[in-house]
């Protein structure tokens, strides 16, 4: 039962093999029995989740099961759950029962799905390892000494670990592909505006984006489908018809036209990375595509207009942490000063309060032009360099991550080594463009992702691509040893 | 690993931060850092104030900024009362709450 995708789960569903709450309960065990070694749940909501799966079977008993009535799967934590505890992986917020739903949840809500619970990330999602998490960090289920990535580590982990079939992550730099390159599974970031932002916690609000992680492409385009729409109360949502994701997936790829960037393959990319990503490659020639050499050449700038741009609005939306509304508040405060100061200072952790401190320098008098204007003037360089490369190929390829899996504790006390962790995601984000991450390799028994970049709104083509490679290739059926 | 994609550095960063720079930015971002933490955070913000300064190496005077990658504007509504008063609810979550006020020490004598 713990090998099946959510489309063979639904299956099951539907044949009556299984109910929702025999479903249910079969993976709140497993949660309970493997997790210690994982760590990928902050809370297990048992009693919430068998609830939603009874309603689900009754719904279902009644004749209006939808295709996700009935489907267990968990949220990151940084989505706004009624009722339930949303830590966002932070001192801040541990003791915080939101007291509304994120759109998403909502959408989840209404569609029938069966929250397991919340899982683990890094602290407000600023991190590429999970190890920020108040919460101590997720482990890397195809070696638990190594880490699952981040931000949406936690979700990652508990995908490949089969504690969940499917879960949401956000990714505001790579914080859904990166994780899932290293945990062996399949995430996709939507085009920014696609999924609603609202009560998903905001980390840099022109660059969050929710999407789903989950073992294939066919999964990834069922929760798309209820994840996906605007959004009247997230102001920058897109108002845009939402397509059937699944309705393209099976269309083939003759005559695809896939672009190389010179960028993405530098002489100093890890070589096993390289070989896995060519062999991927050369399997959708197999398929039809043909394949051209493009360039990026402002690829480079990237991560440095990413980190003016993310932590100067990071410092903006963390400001709401006051000690005053909601989330900690330090002990005996003298006057307001006080409150503010120590309520952040021993609320938030190392990595949140220096990347609020970049931000709040980047933002301060006399910096901003240098600094904020200067990298929102390099972010249209960045997205230039795709649109003139999307002119003339379908979609853009290349390693999710520079490298599989790390140890744990092997880049915490550099916080430049973490960042260069995004080097291939964040250009994306910085554009807006929709990419998606699935496995295509294998190196030391670690997984590696292939990134596919697409258009904006080209989600369906992207989900395509990676439906067909999966069809032709088993890599996603790769699951860790013991598992 | 040092990936070698950037082609340009910036010969000298704008600025290298020394102790008091963190003490003024922790001020502004009302952050209470610790005294013996103050070192690693001048020299973790220097490190990345000089990652970014690679950007200062690209002349971008042509070059619009862009807060919107599809150029999107804020959407308008009606002035109208959209909202029910969720008062209790959201005050729920507050550390210190009286007759439906936030509670903060003392500000005025």
């Known amino acids: 039962m713990f090998d099946k995708t959510l489309a063979e789960l639904a299956q099951g569903l539907e044949n009556g093999d299984f109910s929702s709450v025999e479903l249910t309960q079969a993976y709140l065990d497993r949660i309970k029995a493997e997790d210690s070694k994982y760590n990928s749940y902050i809370s297990v909501t048992e009693s919430q989740a068998l609830a939603q799966a009874k309603a689900a079977d009754d719904t279902r008993a009644a004749g209006n099961a939808g295709a996700f009535t009935g489907l267990p799967f968990a949220h990151k934590d940084i989505f706004c759950t009624e009722g339930v505890r949303t830590s966002c992986a932070s001192k801040m917020l541990d003791n915080f029962v939101a007291p509304y739903n994120a759109t998403v949840v909502d959408k989840f809500n209404a569609a029938g799905g069966v929250m397991l619970g919340k899982t683990n990330m890094d602290e407000f999602a600023m991190g590429s390892s999970n190890e920020s998490s108040f919460y101590g960090p997720a482990r890397n289920p195809w070696d638990t000494e190594r880490v699952p990535g981040g931000s949406s580590g936690g979700s990652a982990a508990a995908v490949a670990a089969r504690l969940a079939p499917a879960a949401t992550g956000t990714d505001t730099g790579g914080s859904i592909r990166q994780p899932a390159a290293l945990c062996g599974i399949t995430g996709i970031k939507p085009t920014y505006g696609r999924v609603s932002r609202y009560g998903m916690i905001a980390f840099a609000s022109s660059l969050d984006q929710g999407g789903p992680m989950t073992r294939t492409a066919e999964d990834a385009a069922m929760m798309l489908n209820v994840m996906a729409g605007f959004d009247r109360r997230d102001s920058t949502s897109m108002q845009r018809d939402v397509p059937d994701y699944t309705a393209d997936l099976s269309k083939p790829l003759a005559g695809l036209k896939i672009g190389l960037p010179k960028e993405y393959f530098p002489s100093d990319l890890n070589p096993a990375i390289a070989e896995q990503v060519q062999n991927a490659i050369k399997e959708y020639e197999a398929l039809g595509a043909t394949v051209k050499e493009i360039s990026l050449p402002n690829t480079g700038l990237a991560v440095p207009a990413y980190y003016i741009i993310a932590p100067a609005e990071a410092s903006s939306n963390l400001s709401r942490f006051d000690g005053v509304r909601y989330g900690y508040r330090c002990d005996s405060p003298v006057d307001l000063e006080d409150l503010y100061k120590r309520s952040r200072g021993e609320g938030f952790g190392a990595e949140v309060k220096r990347r609020i401190m970049v931000g709040t320098y980047a933002l301060s008098e006399g910096f901003y032009d240098a600094y904020y204007k200067k990298a929102q003037q390099i972010r249209r360089l960045i997205k230039q360099d795709f649109t003139e490369a999307l002119k003339e190929v379908d979609v853009i390829m290349g390693p999710t991550t520079p490298e599989p899996a790390f140890k744990l504790g092997e880049k915490t006390s550099d916080p430049i080594a973490m960042y260069m962790e995004d080097i291939f995601t964040i250009a994306l984000n910085l554009a807006g463009l929709p990419g998606i991450s699935i496995p295509c390799g294998q190196t030391n028994g670690l997984p590696v992702g292939l990134q596919v970049i697409g258009d904006y709104f080209a989600e369906q083509k992207l989900l395509n691509v990676a439906h067909q490679f999966q069809l032709a290739t088993d890599w996603h059926k790769q699951s860790p040893e013991g598992i | ?109």
Do not use: C, W
Request: glycine share 0%; no cysteine.
């Open chain 2, 1 to 109: 690993m040092t990936l070698k994609l950037t082609p340009k550095y910036q010969e000298e960063a704008i600025m290298a931060l020394d102790r008091s720079d963190v003490e003024r930015i922790a001020h502004l971002a009302r952050l209470q850092i610790d005294q013996q933490d103050i070192p690693e955070y001048t020299e973790n913000l220097s490190n990345i104030l000089d990652l970014v300064d690679q950007m200062q190496a690209v002349d971008t005077s042509e070059t619009e900024p862009m807060a919107n990658a599809l150029d999107a504007v804020q959407r308008l509504r009606k002035d109208d009362v959209t909202e029910e008063n969720q008062r209790d609810a959201l005050q729920s979550v507050a550390p210190a709450v009286e007759n439906g006020l936030f509670q903060v020490p003392k500000v005025i004598e």
